[in-house]
């Protein structure tokens, strides 16, 4: 368990504004600020924080409580989970009394999650920059793209290898349970068999608004690249399944990497793809999010809507992309977001 005086020391530390703009763009309002309620949908603000007292109040939903409280409720995470995270934004050192067998026993599934995936995403990067299948197809591949190492590092991208069980047996010698992989989406059981579900595909992690990874997207690579041509039936991207931590139709890919830059110009480019985000950061653009490979749904629009009212939709010119941005707009309207469409030319992409 953390120990008191860790808990007291984060608790000391806290700026109550400054943890609820890590995830809701607030506007001052005399000596508090208010925003939107970033737990229902509302048209007029009803969510404050009241720096002077070091809390907020939703009046829409009845939340409220001090720093701690919010992260807990705004990312559903335990109070322990909430902890750490507060701690490691503001440079605590955890300290933790002696744990017993059964506090050991009782750590929760969603804290095993969080901590395979932050393990897989290692695993992946390190295969990225260290092996010779992972450097010679995924970093060529990448480098070819003109991601530099400052692109790779901030998106944390990785490389699959193209075997059956390469991650299931790195992570079970770790540690980890075959029951803990299958739950995160990270293996296969099928007809009585075992497998990786990713393999032979470049890795685009997928981070909450905390900067925990959720998901990965996989993109496979064409036989140029070195893969058997039997490979190349197989789907162009793939994606982790609904799990305990994650939700596809509530997460935007590139929202963690952009949140302080779309506040800062009150404006959102939203694109496609992975590889769209990150293209547009390597120029420079970086307030800008894509729809982790679903079609817009409500739920990401208030997510889009907690930092900013202003979208430009910026699809591929093909006729998928153009209907694809004539749903979203929709959608995006009804939201109550002030939206614009950039037409690109056909076959052009961001």
């Known amino acids: ?6 808990i007291d020391e984060i608790r ?82 955890i300290k933790e009394d002696a744990r017993t067998p059964e506090d050991v026993a009782a750590q929760s599934e969603r804290d095993s999650l969080y901590i395979v995936m932050n393990f897989a995403k290692d695993y992946y990067k390190n295969l990225l920059h260290k092996h ?24 944390e991208l990785g490389y699959s290898l193209n075997e059956w069980h390469h991650i299931e047996e790195a992570a079970k010698k770790a540690g ?15 007809d009585h068999k075992i497998y990786d579900r990713f393999r032979g ?3 685009f992690p997928v981070h909450n608004l905390s900067g925990k990874v959720v998901a990965f997207g996989a993109r496979i690579l064409t036989k140029e690249k070195g893969l058997p041509a039997g490979r190349q039936d197989q789907p162009k991207y793939i994606n982790s399944p609904e799990t305990e931590i994650y939700h596809k139709s509530q997460v935007l890919y590139g929202l963690y990497q952009a949140k ?23 120029s420079g653009i970086e307030h800008v999010v894509a729809s982790s490979g679903t079609a817009l749904t409500e739920e990401q629009i208030r997510l889009m809507r907690r930092f900013t009212e ?37 076959g052009e992409d961001p």
């Open 201 to 203: 595909r470049v890795i």
């Open 310 to 346: 202003n979208v430009t939709v910026l699809f591929d010119g093909d006729s998928a992309g153009i209907k694809a941005a004539l749903r979203g707009i929709d959608l995006v309207l009804k939201g109550g977001l002030n939206v614009r469409v950039v037409l690109l030319p056909d």
């Open 132 to 155: 010779e299948e992972g450097k010679s197809i995924g970093l060529s591949y990448f480098r070819e793209r003109g991601f530099n190492d400052n692109i790779l590092e901030k998106f």
């Open 1 to 6: 368990m953390i120990s008191r005086q860790t």
């Open 260 to 282: 302080n830059e779309i506040r800062k110009y009150d404006f959102c480019y939203l694109v496609e793809g992975y590889t769209d985000v990150i293209s547009l950061h390597l």
């Open 12 to 93: 000391n530390r806290i700026d109550i504004v400054d943890v609820v703009s890590d995830f809701v763009s607030l506007k001052r309002s005399g000596q508090n600020y208010k925003a939107l309620s970033p737990f229902t949908n509302e048209k007029t603000p009803s969510f404050y924080v009241v720096p002077s007292k070091g809390i907020f109040k939703d009046f829409s939903s009845g939340k409220g409580g001090d720093g701690i409280t919010f992260v807990m409720e705004h990312e559903g995470m335990s109070y322990v989970e909430a902890l750490k995270y507060l701690a490691k934004k503001y440079g605590v050192e």
């Open 176 to 190: 980890f349970s075959e029951n803990i992989l299958e739950k995160a989406g990270l293996i296969i059981r099928k």
